[in-house]
T-cell receptor, first 115, second 117 residues
């Protein structure tokens, strides 16, 4: 149980285009989903927290207009990187949590490369 | 400031040898501690967690960790390493009620484990 999927697993796009990454909790309803960014050989940095049906809460320094998060249902959150640039290339990982269970379940990550 | 320090960036051990990965934390509230493992290009898998109770916690894959409040440490151990244990290991600290609020899981920078045959 407690499986989180991400799609796509990797994506290459041209500079200036937008990319959408999906995060799904497959066998549970996630009250909260988190989006992290991981640079090569670095740790995970929390970008934003999203609760179903409400606006995401962004960490300091994360541009909310660039990284659009939509938590449309209890099983789906999407991260859209708008007008992507090479510096946005990174590994994006989502996690999902059930409010009554203090553990985040992580997705496998999405490798974004912006040319 | 809240932080997690993993002093060892890279550790190499021989297969069958014992392993200890260090983790120190600085946290204002009661810490809830986690160890995750990440294989190349993969997400994170929870190895074990400590919320309260017995300070020696057992996890999956034969790992254990000991919470030492006086040393602000939560070191990960395994008595006999297998080649399949080669991966990146992350220590993290969070608060009990982070559900629904800011997702304040703070991660260390990770320790890469290599295993020699």
């Amino acid at each position: 149980g407690a499986v989180v999927s991400q799609h796509p697993s990797w994506v290459i796009c041209k500079s200036g285009t937008s990319v959408k990454i999906e995060c799904r909790s497959l066998d549970f309803q996630a009250t909260t989903m988190f989006w992290y960014r991981q640079f090569p050989k670095q740790s995970l940095m929390l970008m934003a927290t999203s609760n179903e049906g409400s606006k995401a809460t962004y960490e300091q320094g994360v541009e909310k207009d660039k990284f659009l998060i939509n938590h449309a249902s209890l099983t789906l959150s999407t991260l859209t990187v708008t007008s992507a640039h090479p510096e946005d290339s990174s590994f994006y990982i989502c996690s999902a949590m059930i409010s009554s269970y203090n553990e985040q379940f992580f997705g496998p990550g999405t490798r974004l490369t912006v040319l | 400031a809240q932080s997690v320090t993993q002093p060892d960036i890279h550790i190499t051990v021989s297969e069958g040898a014992s392993l200890e990965l260090r983790c120190n934390y600085s946290y204002g509230a009661t810490p809830y501690l986690f160890w995750y493992v990440q294989s190349p290009g993969q997400g994170l898998q929870l190895l074990l967690k400590y919320f309260s109770g017995d300070t020696l916690v057992q996890g999956i894959k034969g790992f254990e960790a000991e919470f030492k409040r006086s040393q602000s440490s939560f070191n990960l151990r395994k008595p006999s390493v297998h080649w399949s244990d080669a991966a990146e290991y992350f220590c993290a600290v969070g608060s009990l009620n982070y559900g629904g609020s800011q997702g304040n899981l703070i991660f260390g920078k990770g320790t890469k484990l290599s295993v020699k045959p």
